[in-house]
């Protein structure tokens, strides 16, 4: 089973998060384990500080080493260790498939303040972000990039391995096409007649280029392998 812990200044972000959704509903179901830990457990002196002001000056406060290296190493060896970064490759779906594949633990590393002493990096094996823009602390993107892990392991969505087969960046590489319920027709928008033909074969091939189309017009820019096939209806 995959044991995530994500360690945090500010745990209580993440109540919500573990008791609604699809990610309550993968722990309930035993597919991994979710432990919170509080940063603070592990600060110094009678306040547990946690952070101090930056050498050489400059606004705002970092985060000091001996806290983090302290909760980490409390967390047992891990398989890896993620730390949440402006600077860190951007995280993708790609790296969530290979992150639900963990055989071990991971540990996340939200930060805050202004950001870390550059000595705590030593303790992360990959630094993420999940955009160019900078937020007050790294609890939202952690709970992303957990979200987007948890969803993938065995188990946890109905209808098996299709379920995640033909999504938006997923083995194709663009956008997964339109897609339709009932009622056939509203306020005069139209579900595509080869939607409702029947046609398993047709279903395929439209879906195969409105993904295309969708992903030209939208996201050009992730372009490139040749789109797969979706899975059988």
Known sequence: MLEIDIISVQPQ??????????????????????NIVDLREFG???????????????????????????????????ARVVMTSPAGKRFAQRDAEELSGTDGRIVFMCGHYEG?????????????????????????????MVDAIVRLLPGVLGGGPAATASESFGAGGGLEAPQYTH??????????????????????????SAARKKTENLRPDILGAPLTAPPEI
């Open 13 to 34: 972000m993440f109540r919500g998060f573990l008791e609604e959704s699809i990610v309550a509903r993968a722990v309930k179901k035993g597919a991994c384990r979710i």
């Open 44 to 78: 110094e002196g009678r306040w547990r500080k946690v952070d101090d002001k930056p050498y050489g000056g400059g606004p705002g406060m970092l985060m000091k080493c001996a806290p983090w290296f302290a909760a980490v190493e409390s967390r047992g060896p891990a």
């Open 116 to 144: 870390f002493d550059a000595r705590i990096e030593s303790l992360a094996t990959d630094l993420y972000s999940v955009g160019d823009f900078v937020m007050t602390g790294g609890e939202l993107a952690a709970a992303s």
């Open 183 to 208: 009622p056939p027709e509203f306020r005069g928008m139209k579900v595509p007649e080869v939607l409702l033909s029947g046609d398993h074969r047709k279903i395929e091939a439209w879906r195969k």
